[in-house]
């Protein structure tokens, strides 16, 4: 019947408190948005494989077979490692999100800002309609998901978060400090 005592609640004690509606379906959005990078890779290697090389023949008029094969091979290995990349950002920032993370929503903002910029980008360049979809599509889940993590119930959320963490911060720094007086180095 020996039972530890208890002592009063620390901030780092506590319980986070529930991630509200925005932030899960903020997150959601963000695990949507790896599942379309995914769709999207996969779509560009058949792509490439299978008419890749008539649209290489066309762009590089004077290489061989040989060569067109390694470009084709350079440019699937490239688009597979990049998009593998993108799906673990995605990954990431939705999980920092979902567990209140001020640098998150922050790191998705800046992440919007390059979608941004890459959706500029193809409408003032020669691209293909279904490439054009396929960027704005990303651009749309990732709006989404900016605009649901700064709705209020959001900042509210991360803002909890971020104090419970200073909280457990000082409180454990106070702790050291007060455990370490007195007594003098060996």
């Not at 494989?49 to 008029?61: E, V």
Request: proline share 5%; charged share 10%.
């Amino acid at each position: 019947m020996n039972q530890p005592s208890r002592t009063a609640a620390t901030p780092a004690d506590q319980a986070r408190p529930p991630a509200p509606r925005p932030v899960i379906l903020a997150v959601r959005l963000m695990y949507a948005g790896a599942a379309l990078t995914a769709a999207g890779t996969l779509i560009s290697v058949i792509a490439l494989t299978t008419g890749g090389t008539t649209a290489l023949k066309a762009s590089y008029p004077r290489q061989n077979a040989t060569q067109l094969h390694h470009t084709l091979t350079t440019l699937i290995t490239a688009a597979v490692l990049s998009s593998l990349i993108e799906i673990a950002i995605w990954l990431v920032i939705a999980r920092a999100n979902r567990g209140g993370l001020s640098w998150a929503r922050i790191a998705a903002c800046v992440l919007f800002a390059l979608s941004t910029w890459n959706l500029v980008a193809h409408l003032h360049g020669p691209i293909a309609i279904a490439n054009l979809i396929y960027t704005a599509l990303i651009w749309l889940v990732g709006l989404g998901a900016v605009v649901l993590l700064w709705h209020r119930e959001s900042s509210a959320y991360i803002g909890t978060i971020m104090s419970q963490i200073a909280g457990s911060r000082g409180t454990g720094l106070k702790a050291s400090r007060s455990g370490s007086r007195g007594k003098t180095p060996r």
